[in-house]
């Protein structure tokens, strides 16, 4: 009975959650297939996925996100295997208290994502906080000198709040890992003649990728849905897919409701395949070496 207890206590929200999540999910399936049609044609039929995958405007948006979501990624995967490195390095205190460093790192946690976005607005928009102060020390000339970073074509705005926002989650995901390794390695390596850098890349870091890759797909399974980021960063064309389904939606026209439902259908299967990505790595993965140390 204990082992159950704590399942028994999550099931209301669990049955709450998921019946409005299979409830949307169903019915946005069937509109999209043609089926509850709103406007009363109701029948089966593809068109509208043929119509939604023939669209320029759609796939220069799946295009946009796509890119936006994989370099956004990589790069806070890159930055956050720097960060474990140092940690790595500093796993006793040796340079700075680990207390201090992680409070550092988690700090960016504690900003929600509109907050985050519109900080990184105020910035580096090219009449913001720093072009002023660039302007101010004479660094430049006029605020238009100054890089287009945020609402540009390329993302480059989107993509520093992501990374921003998503290195410290990396970080903190694989530090338990990080803080499991023996000590008595180190000495052993020592002895072989095996540096600190070769260690931690032939050795620590093959111990940390499932949680780093773990990590990788949920940030970029995010990444496809989020709205706000991309809403307030972004350009007007392309758009980020959550973006446009809510311009279609806001739009209030109920002819392009079924091909609003296709795009959400393609952002749900997007997320829950980085769902079930992330449950077989924890599964098969993770588990079996979560058993071997223990």
């Not at 311009?247 to 002819?255: Q, W």
């Amino acid at each position: 009975m204990e082992k159950i207890k704590k399942y028994i206590y999550l099931m209301p929200a669990v049955i709450f959650i998921s019946l409005f999540f299979i409830y949307g999910f169903v019915y946005g399936l069937l509109q999209s297939f043609g089926l509850n049609n709103i406007m009363g044609e109701s029948g089966f039929t593809l068109g509208y996925y043929e119509k939604v995958l023939k669209s320029e405007k759609f796939m220069d948006s799946l295009s946009f996100t796509a890119k936006m979501a994989l370099a956004s990624s990589s790069l806070s995967l890159i930055i956050s295997i720097v960060l474990l490195f140092f940690l790595y390095l500093n796993l006793e205190g040796r340079y700075l208290k680990v207390g201090y460093v992680r409070r550092i790192i988690e700090s960016p946690l504690l900003v929600p994502y509109l907050v985050a976005s519109y900080l990184i607005l105020i910035l580096f928009l090219q009449s913001g906080f720093i072009s002023r102060i660039m302007v101010a020390a004479g660094i430049i000339e006029s605020y238009m000198e100054f890089p287009i970073i945020t609402n540009d074509e390329k993302g480059r705005g989107i993509m520093l709040a992501y990374i921003w926002k998503t290195c410290p989650f990396i970080v903190m995901m694989s530090f338990p890992v990080l803080q499991r390794i023996n000590r008595k390695w180190d000495s052993v390596a020592y002895i072989f003649g095996v540096g600190r850098v070769r260690f931690f890349f032939e050795v620590v870091l093959p111990l940390l990728a499932p949680s780093l890759i773990i990590s990788f797909f949920i940030i970029i399974s995010y990444m496809f849905t989020a709205f706000e980021t991309p809403y307030i960063l972004g350009v007007t064309y392309p758009k980020a897919l959550a973006v446009m389904a809510y311009d279609i939606y806001s739009k209030g026209n109920l002819s392009e409701r079924p091909n609003l439902m296709v795009i959400n259908m393609f952002i749900s299967v997007i997320s829950i395949t980085g769902g079930a990505i992330v449950y077989c790595i924890y599964k098969f993965v993770i588990g079996k070496n979560q058993r071997a140390w223990d």
